[in-house]
Structure formats: structure tokens, C-alpha cells
């Protein structure tokens, strides 16, 4: 994850490929810590969801792997 940065694996389709419907976004940072998990999940994956709107054709994620979700 870095702000204002989206990108997208290498052996996936770009992010901005309108032929497929399917937006996913993984949101996790290399090494989990669950006493931040919190703060990881509220405002900054906010704003990295809006920076890989941009990046993908203005279309929203259809889902979100966050690390901790049930914290």
C-alpha cells in the first residue's frame, strides 16, 4: 500500500480494463498487526479506495480484503 498509489498484480488485467466487471481491492499491510487494525481500516482505506476509483475507470471495488476485519 502506498497513498495516492494504486496498483494492480502483475499477472492481473489493468485497472482500468472496462471489459471485466469485477473490481477487487486487497487492503493489507506486509506484516498484520492487529492492534492497529482499527485505524488501518477507517479513514486510510477510505482514501485508497478513492485513489483506485480513479485508477479503475471510476468504478468502485465490488469487494475488500482487509486484514482483521472482525477487530
Known amino acids: ?25 486487497n487492503y493489507f499491510e506486509t506484516s498484520p498487526n492487529s492492534t492497529q487494525a482499527c485505524a488501518d481500516n477507517s479513514s486510510p482505506l477510505i482514501e485508497m479506495m478513492r485513489t483506485c476509483h480513479e485508477a479503475a475507470g471510476k468504478r468502485w471495488p465490488n469487494f475488500i480484503a482487509v486484514d482483521f476485519y472482525q477487530v
Open 1 to 25: 500500500m502506498k497513498d495516492g498509489s494504486c496498483s494492480s498484480r502483475s499477472e492481473s488485467s489493468s485497472l482500468d480494463t472496462m471489459s471485466r466487471s469485477l473490481v477487487f481491492q
